[in-house]
């Protein structure tokens, strides 16, 4: 059995600005979704037969790794909470990506790749295979997954989900795991990693290293259980900014607020990030995405936190908690309605968790 795991994400500064083309700060957590292949006799998902429609990311991603591969049986296991905010199809379409690839190897043509998915302007692009020569080689299991690969193709199949939109935020965060930060410009203070455009849109993606800092606090996230459609939340700031173009003048100070968030973290100051957390909410709700059941989590919570803020879309999904104090915040939280999480900052990235028996198929005999 092949088996790989890709943890959730939230957004710890700068949602909606970012789509103004503010930096967005985002941080995976202890929350994964696992995914397990197996050959079988028919395509199978979860025992019940797989359907295209019902799991759009694992069909795309089945065209673009397994085209007249032998049927499968997938196992998705997990516990991000679906369409919530916190990555669920991106963390799923990581895993799946590597363990596809990790089950059927990959040609390695003159010590370099034979074949892959690479982002190429203004998409990503698959090359190879080569005919097979002599001297080639397929590099099998673990060894033939790529972290980049799986992020290039998550965004891919994300984007194609979601009627061709979708920022690299959620699929390089699931990918790479730690702290991703992304951004119109590359940041010069940051370990920029690589940029991304799809459909003429580009971002400049970075990796922030975290200080041992970051140990002693925990996110506690708490749902609101309020299914509010991202597209639905960034079409009403669309629109105040229509109305009311003095507004981008909130857009910029969440861009500056962020900014400070990302120094707070890599300096370690937890009470700073805190701090420009607390600030980012309060412009978050002045530009009309907060709700009611958001707020009164983020009341309950902010006693014992360091700072709190809706993160994501708004509108109802989820808010998070920075603490020292992971139970009585979460407590607090379940007593007002919420349902809780609680993660470290800063999980692990894609875990490839087994290549017994792999590859499962050779499609370059
Ligand atoms: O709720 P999520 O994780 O889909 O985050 C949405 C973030 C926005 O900035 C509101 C939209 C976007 O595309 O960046």
């Given at each position: 059995?092949?088996?790989?795991?890709a943890?959730?994400?939230?957004?710890?500064?700068?949602?909606?600005?970012?789509?103004?083309g503010q930096?967005?700060?985002?941080?995976?957590?202890?929350?994964?979704?696992?995914?397990?292949?197996e050959?079988?006799?028919?395509?199978?998902?979860?025992?019940?037969?797989f359907?295209?429609?019902?799991?759009?990311?694992?069909?795309?991603?089945?065209?673009?790794?397994?085209?007249?591969?032998?049927?499968?049986?997938?196992?998705?296991?997990?516990?991000?909470?679906?369409?919530?905010?916190?990555?669920?199809s991106?963390?799923?379409?990581?895993?799946?990506?590597?363990?596809?690839?990790?089950?059927r190897?990959?040609?390695?043509?003159?010590?370099?790749?034979?074949?892959?998915?690479?982002?190429?302007?203004?998409?990503?692009?698959?090359?190879?295979?080569?005919?097979?020569?002599?001297?080639?080689?397929?590099?099998?299991?673990?060894?033939?997954?790529?972290?980049?690969?799986?992020?290039?193709?998550?965004?891919?199949?994300?984007?194609?989900?979601?009627?061709?939109?979708?920022?690299?935020?959620?699929?390089?965060?699931?990918?790479?795991?730690?702290?991703?930060?992304?951004?119109?410009?590359?940041?010069?203070?940051?370990?920029?990693?690589y940029?991304?455009t799809?459909?003429?849109?580009?971002?400049?993606?970075?990796?922030?290293?975290?200080?041992k800092?970051?140990?002693?606090?925990?996110?506690?996230?708490?749902?609101?259980?309020?299914?509010?459609?991202?597209?639905?939340?960034?079409?009403?700031?669309?629109?105040?900014?229509?109305?009311?173009?003095?507004?981008?003048?909130?857009?910029e100070?969440?861009?500056?607020?962020?900014?400070?968030?990302?120094?707070?973290?890599?300096?370690?100051?937890?009470?700073?990030?805190?701090?420009?957390?607390?600030?980012?909410?309060?412009?978050?709700?002045?530009?009309?995405v907060?709700?009611?059941?958001?707020?009164?989590?983020?009341?309950?919570?902010?006693?014992?936190?360091?700072?709190?803020?809706l993160?994501?879309?708004?509108?109802?999904?989820c808010?998070?908690?920075?603490?020292?104090?992971?139970?009585?915040?979460?407590?607090?939280?379940?007593?007002?309605?919420?349902?809780?999480?609680?993660?470290?900052?800063?999980?692990?990235?894609?875990?490839?968790?087994?290549?017994?028996?792999?590859?499962?198929?050779?499609?370059?005999?």
């Amino acid at each position: 059995m092949v088996q790989a795991s890709a943890p959730g994400k939230c957004i710890l500064f700068g949602e909606h600005a970012v789509v103004y083309g503010q930096p967005a700060v985002a941080v995976a957590i202890d929350q994964r979704m696992t995914v397990s292949l197996e050959i079988s006799d028919v395509w199978r998902i979860d025992g019940m037969r797989f359907s295209p429609e019902r799991h759009p990311h694992v069909e795309s991603l089945k065209q673009r790794l397994w085209a007249n591969g032998p049927s499968l049986s997938i196992k998705v296991n997990g516990d991000i909470p679906p369409a919530s905010g916190l990555g669920s199809s991106a963390a799923l379409s990581v895993a799946a990506s590597a363990a596809l690839r990790c089950a059927r190897g990959r040609q390695i043509k003159d010590d370099d790749w034979g074949e892959g998915w690479t982002a190429a302007r203004p998409n990503a692009v698959y090359t190879g295979p080569w005919d097979v020569e002599q001297g080639d080689s397929v590099q099998t299991g673990k060894d033939s997954v790529d972290v980049d690969e799986c992020a290039i193709l998550s965004h891919a199949v994300e984007a194609s989900a979601q009627g061709g939109r979708a920022s690299p935020l959620d699929s390089s965060t699931c990918s790479h795991g730690g702290c991703i930060v992304l951004s119109d410009k590359v940041e010069s203070d940051l370990n920029w990693i690589y940029s991304r455009t799809l459909n003429d849109v580009s971002w400049e993606v970075h990796a922030v290293d975290l200080p041992k800092e970051i140990e002693d606090v925990w996110l506690v996230i708490g749902n609101t259980g309020i299914h509010a459609p991202t597209s639905e939340q960034v079409a009403k700031v669309a629109r105040l900014l229509e109305n009311e173009p003095g507004r981008m003048r909130e857009i910029e100070t969440i861009g500056i607020i962020a900014r400070r968030g990302i120094a707070a973290l890599k300096e370690g100051n937890m009470e700073g990030v805190g701090r420009a957390m607390r600030e980012n909410h309060l412009l978050l709700r002045s530009i009309g995405v907060s709700c009611s059941e958001l707020e009164s989590l983020i009341s309950a919570a902010a006693p014992s936190s360091l700072g709190v803020k809706l993160t994501g879309a708004g509108g109802g999904g989820c808010m998070i908690a920075l603490t020292r104090n992971p139970k009585e915040t979460s407590e607090a939280i379940e007593l007002a309605g919420g349902r809780t999480l609680i993660s470290k900052i800063a999980a692990h990235g894609l875990i490839v968790e087994s290549d017994d028996n792999s590859p499962l198929w050779n499609p370059f005999e």
